[in-house]
């Protein structure tokens, strides 16, 4: 868990960022794993990384309806353990990227962690529009992110609407968006394989 300079905790910063280790795991998601984690080693920034991405998303990590994501399952995760890693993994990738082109990481840490702000249970049903998830989702989150945090920058919803690229229409018009369309796949890729390979008897056992 990081601590900051007076000794205390950071609100989710700490290790437990979604991965949770299992007996049996299958190759395939042995093998992504072992990207994961070595992004996850590879990509540290240290404290003043993860100092950085806590000051810009506290207020998000601290509201009620994000936290209420915790109670949504999300492939093998909830949807907030999965936007937690997803966000943490991105913004170290962002910090290290921002040395050689210019990166807005504000817009970064609060769009990859507000990509899936939906409120629903996507395994039992559809969004409230009834189309398809996969297609639909991103609109919810930009919907929810717009009420709760007003003032959500070009940047931010760029990266909640086209995050799910190609399945949404409309290329990425920014570097954060690539970077958070690319390892929301390779987690969510990992988590796939768990649920496969586990179901509901993994996913029940987080409760």
Known sequence: MKINQNGNSLPGCGSDTGLRPVASTPAGARAIERIILFARRSLRGGYECDAAWHFYVSDILEHPQ????NGYYHHWNTTYGHSLLVSRIA??????LSRFAPLDLRSLARGSLLHDFFLYDWHAGRPPSGRLHAFEHP???LKNSNSCFPGISATERDIILKHMWPLCAALPKRLETLIVLIVDK?????EVFMELSHG????SSSK
């Open 66 to 69: 994000f936290r209420s994501l």
């Open 91 to 96: 913004f170290r990738a962002g910090w290290i």
């Open 139 to 141: 609109r919810e989150a």
């Open 186 to 190: 390779l987690v969510a890729a990992y």
């Open 200 to 203: 509901k008897d993994v996913r």
